[in-house]
């Protein structure tokens, strides 16, 4: 998720088709010595650099603003942004990789464990191999454990770009109009999901039958996946079966929430318009139509110039306080068919990494900087309390199949809160989908 402006200088398509239209080059092995001119074969670099976004990102996280300073400071390159509609797309990269062609000399994807795909098949630039960690983009600049989002055993096959967790937003004023703050005016924060459920049943209202204020939306869109192994790594510390690397949703802890869910959904209590729109949620949350959001915990920020500037924060997910929730970033990846690796990691170091990149990226949209000097300038109590959470948290499993997770869990949770499946035969599906899919990374 960020920001961004200099539009005249990016050439926006949403068209996937852009992302596999042109000719085939032959892969590099690796991109090293001084990133601005070279191919990995000796010969000079093309000075048109490709990059594929998905679509959201090139206005959240600021990437017009990116080509425009980048453009000024080298005049004789032509960078193109090719966006991708979503992460449906992703898959069809592999094939084209694996032939030695690509369309895009950078790809960045909404959470590493998307690229992971790539990385199994060998098909990726590893960073460690390049100039990338020298300067002020040196490895003890990057916040916190931010560079392990994009790495497996000491391969970095992705710079992390725009930090983030999933957290409950929360709308302060609307709990302070429902006697659910403290004497100093801080939101009392719910201990577990029964409590989660009071407060969304407290703090919803209707006229006749329709809902005027929506208690609580939970994030059972496209991204229902994310919201599942957040609520579970909040609630026990751990969404993977015991002594494995095995996710599971089969716990006393997960059945227990479900219910709940259920239960709200059922409600209305919870509502279920992210089935059918990703961004009901969001929306709603900065219409000020909603008190209690599920998803990213960037919402905050995004949310504040609508909703008035001090009522909009963050708070932990039961159990997320102590346990850590979901983390990830946006991944920036580099496939090894790309002509230009040189210039390529050059961008992503002077242009990704960016201060008024990463920084108006934050303040806009609530997507962290991952450079310790830009996040610390950044004032807010919704920073604070996320990257409280971030500490704690961990990343999405890295499976070579885990789009598959992505694009079909959603649909069983979906089929479970409206009825069409027991909670049995839930976690049964969720289970053998889990149990099918490719685990390995090598």
């Not at 592999?94 to 369309?103: E, H, V």
């Not at 009071?198 to 059972?220: F, S």
């Not at 996320?386 to 789009?403: C, E, G, M, N, W």
Request: charged content about 20%; overall charge neutral.
């Amino acid at each position: 998720m960020s920001q961004s402006k200099f539009k005249a200088f990016a050439v926006l398509s949403v068209c996937s088709a852009l992302v596999f239209a042109s000719a085939c080059s032959k892969a590099p092995q690796g991109a090293s010595g001084n990133p601005s001119g070279g191919s990995a074969s000796g010969g000079p670099e093309p000075k048109t650099l490709k990059i594929a976004p998905d679509a959201w990102m090139v206005e959240k996280l600021q990437l017009n603003t990116a080509v425009a300073k980048f453009k000024e400071k080298h005049p004789d390159v032509n960078v193109v942004l090719q966006p991708y509609p979503d992460k449906t797309v992703l898959a069809n990269f592999a094939l084209q990789w694996s032939q030695n062609k690509t369309d895009a000399d950078i790809v960045m994807v909404d959470g590493s464990q998307e690229a992971v795909q790539y990385m199994a098949k060998d098909l990726l630039l590893d960073f460690n191999k390049t100039d990338f960690f020298t300067g002020a983009t040196a490895k003890d600049k990057f916040v916190g454990t931010a560079l392990k989002f994009g790495d497996v055993n000491g391969f970095q096959f992705a710079i992390p770009f725009s930090l983030e967790t999933y957290a409950i937003n929360v709308n302060k004023k609307m709990f302070q109009e429902a006697g659910l703050t403290d004497a100093q005016g801080n939101v009392i924060q719910p201990k577990n999901w029964d409590e989660i459920y009071q407060y969304a049943k407290k703090l919803t209202k209707k006229d006749g039958n329709k809902v005027t204020q929506q208690g609580m939306t939970i994030q059972w869109g496209p991204n229902a996946q994310s919201t599942l192994i957040a609520v579970e790594q909040a609630a026990r510390g751990s969404f993977y079966k015991d002594n494995s690397n095995v996710l599971t949703f089969d716990t006393p802890e997960m059945r227990n929430i479900l219910s709940i869910w259920k239960k709200g959904a059922d409600e209305g209590v919870f509502s279920i318009d992210t089935f059918t729109n990703k961004d009901a949620g969001r929306n709603n949350f900065d219409a000020g139509q909603v008190a209690m959001l599920l998803q990213s915990g960037s919402t905050a920020a995004e949310a504040e110039p609508t909703i008035g500037k001090g009522n909009s924060t963050v708070i932990p997910i039961p159990g997320s306080d102590k346990n850590g929730s979901y983390a990830f970033t946006a991944g920036i990846i580099v496939p090894k068919a790309t002509k230009a690796p040189k210039l390529a990691v050059q961008f992503i170091q002077e242009a990704l990494m960016d201060s008024q990149v990463q920084n108006d990226g934050a303040t806009k949209w609530g997507k962290l900087p991952v450079i310790n000097d830009y996040f610390d300038k950044i004032n807010a109590e919704w920073k604070t309390n996320l990257y409280t959470i971030i500490q704690k948290s961990v990343t999405a499993p890295f499976y070579r199949d885990y789009p598959v997770l992505d694009k079909n869990m959603p649909v069983e949770l979906q089929n479970y809160l409206t009825g069409k499946e027991d909670l049995d035969t839930f976690i049964k599906n969720a289970e053998k989908m889990i149990d099918g899919i490719n685990k390995n990374v090598k």
